[in-house]
């Protein structure tokens, strides 16, 4: 019934001839969504769930489909299908998802597998002539991770403790599904969480502006790609209304997926906003999903971003770990590194081959750090209200300016100092010979600070917002022609892009931290690609090149201090200036 074995664009088709002499609304049944005589058949279960602190206050109902051959007290993989109700029957029409279950498991072509049917959830009235809050949209139509943690953090440790399962851990083993808001809600649970779903089926997908579908398919083509298998299906007559064009919106979906090389199929006909085509394929869908014992991403296949600039097989590895906020992130040139721990006043250094190492033990609590071209570590000493100056070799200190608020600092290679002071909403220079301080600009909520690899240009973060700022340096160093310049992706259905520490690479691109990850923008001032951080850190506030050749990227990361090779060449200002090539504008 449908082309297999492929990871990329070819579509699965609906057979030709007879089926195009029928109404599109009408596809034919496959034996293996009937109840076959002879294949053993599991047990339905029936509960309910009305403990999530995700989702205060709501009731829903889910069944738990239990295959015979899942053996007792071992650990088995999940499908979780949203809308759980319609899928999880035998007789009429529909996905008939029990049947499906047994007779592929009987044939070995999926592996065994407990299938999950859970409902929206619903906030009950509060009393006659009142009417409850159905969740449905807010659960499966926003795009942040708000239903991924329900499921992953309360559903399904609740399932297992009620009913004495084990879920796998392997990711490879387990499946999400949805059609409409449920097939956008089983996406986005496996694109937050791919450490937990890695294979996922979505009929008549939501991806439209509705909760921020619509951004998904630009998401896709910005984020690091992840090890997802995707299985689309949706018909030319889907939706058309207010929130968008479900047929274009599947095909971005999918155009976006086949360009980052990811692992996705689909099945595209003339059929409307309903299950009928989703459910003719369905067992088909399944066979295709569990094709591949692993699913990977696959950059041969792709003409994402990330081939540019990562290093293939390489991903994030902890160098140091505990920390109250690992902040400020600076290197020298033979690779050593150097990061502070704000709360706790630490300075650390790291050479190359080394752990972390305490070198200050007070450093007035500074947070960002820069180094300079004569060789010392200037520190913006937030709870001494200092900048400060260390020596590398002696660790003697120097205060270069006293009784002033400061956050983040960068220094040119002709001793000019930059600092941003969120307190006072004040951009402060320094001169590098007289230290005279000077405020350079007015700026609410000012963070991160950096220079363009030429030194002509200073970056400054606006912290709540999405725009890093972008300032001319006038010759005697203030600052002129300031533009909300550079364009930040920020977590959909989120108000707070927490912008914060960057450093830039020769070829003039920046390198930015914020609530998405580590962003990599272009000189004209756009968001190229998002590497996100691993599931569980905490959210990246400084970045800098260090390493051998200048390739390693090191970002502080709260209570971690990461690092990955790239195939960028970090510009640092102590360097000196850099001119890059000239944009593709």
Known sequence: MILRGCLGCQALTILAGALRAQSEESYPSLPDSQQQQGVPGGELSKGQFAASKVFPGTVRDYWIYVPKQVEQGGEVGVMVFQDGGKY?????????????????????????????????GVVPAQGDGAQARFNRSFEYDSVDDRYSKFLIDEMLPFVEAEHGIKFSKDPNRNAICGSSSGGIAAF????????????????????????????????????????????????????????GDWWIANQQMLRALQWSGYEVNH????????????????????????????????PEN?????????????????VGEGYGWAEGVASTADGTLYFTDVPKSKLYRVTPGGAPEIIVEDTGKANGISLGADGRLYGASGGARQIRA?????????????????????????????????????I??????????????????????GLSADQTQLFVAHFPGR???????????????KQPYFHMEIPVNENVGKLDGMCVTSEGWLVATSAAGVQICDQPGRSHLIIPMPHGS????????????????????????????TKMVGAPSWKGPVKPPKPKL
């Open 428 to 449: 402060w220079m320094i001169d590098g010979q007289t230290r005279e301080r000077v405020a350079v600009d007015r700026f609410k909520d000012c963070n991160g600070i």
């Open 267 to 298: 099945a595209f006909a003339d059929g409307g906003h309903n299950g009928k085509h989703g459910a003719a394929i369905f067992p088909d869908v399944m066979r295709w999903l569990w094709e591949t014992d692993e699913v990977e991403s696959h």
């Open 538 to 565: 905490r959210r990246p506030s400084y970045v800098a090149f260090g390493g051998e050749g200048g390739k390693t990227l090191y970002v502080g990361n709260v209570d971690k201090v990461y690092k990955r090779k």
């Open 302 to 318: 792709s003409q994402h971003e990330a081939k540019r600039f990562l290093v293939e097989g390489e991903g994030w590895e902890v």
């Open 390 to 426: 260390w020596d590398l070799e002696s660790l003697e200190m120097e205060v270069i300016a006293d009784g002033t608020s400061c956050n983040d600092i960068v220094v040119r290679h002709d001793g000019t100092i930059y600092y941003s002071d969120p307190a006072q909403s004040t």
């Open 467 to 481: 725009f890093i700022y972008s300032f001319t340096i006038r010759e005697d160093g203030t600052l002129a022609n």
């Open 88 to 120: 999880a029957k035998r007789d009429g029409g529909g996905f008939r998802a029990l049947n499906v279950f047994d007779n592929l498991i009987h044939k070995g072509e999926m592996p065994v597998t407990i299938g999950l049917f859970i409902q929206p």
């Open 188 to 243: 986005v649970a496996a694109w937050h969480r791919p450490d937990v779903f890695r294979r996922v089926f979505t009929t008549v997908g939501t991806y439209v502006s509705l909760r921020g579908g619509d951004t998904l398919a630009g998401l896709v083509r910005k984020t690091e790609p992840k090890p997802l298998r995707i299985f689309l299906q949706d018909g030319k007559n889907d939706l058309n209304i207010y929130g």
